[in-house]
């Protein structure tokens, strides 16, 4: 398996614009997860789905922020608009089941300007 | 008061001395645990699951102290390549799943 594919691996972009990060974990986990890792913050929670249903979206910034997972194999993270502050790297997880070893894609290093 | 919290580091060791440290957690029913290493610029790999009754893997053991809610790490024989910084984890619910990560402790390595 190729593990956790996550895209683009770099993004810059212009504050205001719509930013959409993706995400494919490995097949037959259940369980895929969001982060995001800052110096300041370390690494955070965003949302986490279980057989495709967000269960927990709580870390999610503000409304800006959206996550969704239309089947097993594939989620997505849009910001829009985003702001410089957002400025992180952007990290999904897979386990396959709740409390099994997270499997982590190479992460997605946004920057806006 | 966060969830997990750890010594930033960084710990400059020579090789093949012994290099140790710890986390705090602060929900005491909290069941699982985990190191995570992390290389600078990569993602986050599971080092080790840290078992109630301690457990190791070559160089490297972890200890769990639930009374005083902290586990700990301990690297024998440093090498080079063990430079990087450890992330401690811990499941902080208790009926339901959430990994939270401690900021990590950085660890270099010299020859």
């Known amino acids: 398996d190729a593990g956790v594919i996550q895209s683009p691996r770099h993004e810059v972009t212009e504050m205001g614009q719509e930013v959409t990060l993706r995400c494919k974990p490995i097949s037959g986990h259940n369980s895929l997860f969001w982060y995001r890792q800052t110096m300041m913050r370390g690494l955070e929670l965003l949302i986490y789905f279980n057989n495709n249903v967000p269960i927990d979206d709580s870390g999610m910034p503000e409304d800006r922020f959206s996550a969704k997972m239309p089947n097993a194999s594939f989620s997505t993270l849009k910001i829009q608009p985003s702001e410089p502050r957002d400025s992180a790297v952007y990290f999904c997880?897979?386990?396959?089941?709740?409390?099994?070893?997270?499997?982590f894609g190479q992460g997605t290093r946004l920057t806006v300007v | 008061r966060k969830e997990v919290e750890q010594d930033p580091g960084p710990f400059n060791v020579p090789e093949g001395a012994t290099v140790a440290f710890n986390c705090t957690y602060s929900?005491?029913?909290?069941?699982?645990f985990f190191w995570y290493r992390q290389d600078c610029r990569k993602e986050p790999k599971l080092l080790m699951s840290v078992y109630s009754s301690g457990n190791e893997d070559g160089r490297f053991t972890a200890q769990l102290n639930r009374a005083s809610q902290y586990i700990s790490l301990l690297i024998r024989d440093s090498k080079l390549s063990d430079s990087a910084t450890y992330l401690c984890?811990?499941?902080?619910?208790?009926?339901?799943?959430?990994?939270?990560f401690g900021a990590g402790t950085t660890v270099t390595v010299r020859a």
């Open positions: 929900n005491s029913a909290s069941q699982s």
């Open positions: 984890v811990v499941n902080t619910r208790s009926n339901d799943y959430k990994l939270s």
């Open positions: 997880a897979s386990t396959l089941w709740r409390d099994s070893e997270a499997f």
